[in-house]
């Protein structure tokens, strides 16, 4: 029985398409802070590029045979980045940050998660007192 795990990254697994280098890339208008990950090992230090040096990088981690898989957030490169990405071959993911009424609406929904499990465990409580003073 072989219990050996593979992972999968757009739609490969990294047996089949080889060394897989991962990417989460912090993007600001000056520079890209980008964090790695070669495939299994530990993931490296995080490392400052401009957006010129940062594509050079990539487009020779390409050349020499790494399946590129990235992300980040969405902000002031628009799709840009993301454009230039895809154009080298790398596979990646642009996340979009959730508008303010979106995570409002999600943090009123887990407080009243919060106020209802609360209200379910002080009954229980409760109920538990009542059987142990005989009422």
Avoid at 18 to 43: C, R, S, T, W, Y
Wanted: net charge positive; hydrophobic share 35%.
């Amino acid at each position: 029985m072989n219990n050996q795990q593979v992972h999968t990254i757009g739609g490969l697994s990294e047996k089949q398409s080889g060394k897989v280098l991962k990417l989460a890339i912090d993007a600001h208008l000056e520079k890209l802070v980008v964090a790695m990950q070669e495939g299994e090992d530990f993931p490296k230090s995080p490392q400052r590029f401009t957006q010129a040096e940062f594509l050079s990088w990539v487009k020779k981690r390409v050349r020499g045979g790494w399946r590129v898989v990235s992300c980040y957030e969405a902000g002031p490169f628009g799709y840009v980045l993301h454009r230039a990405l895809e154009k080298l071959g790398v596979r990646n993911m642009v996340i979009r940050v959730p508008m303010e009424f979106e995570e409002q609406r999600r943090s009123q929904s887990r407080l009243r998660q919060n106020l209802a499990r609360q209200l379910r465990r002080t009954a229980q409580r409760g109920r538990g007192l009542a059987l142990e003073y005989g009422h």
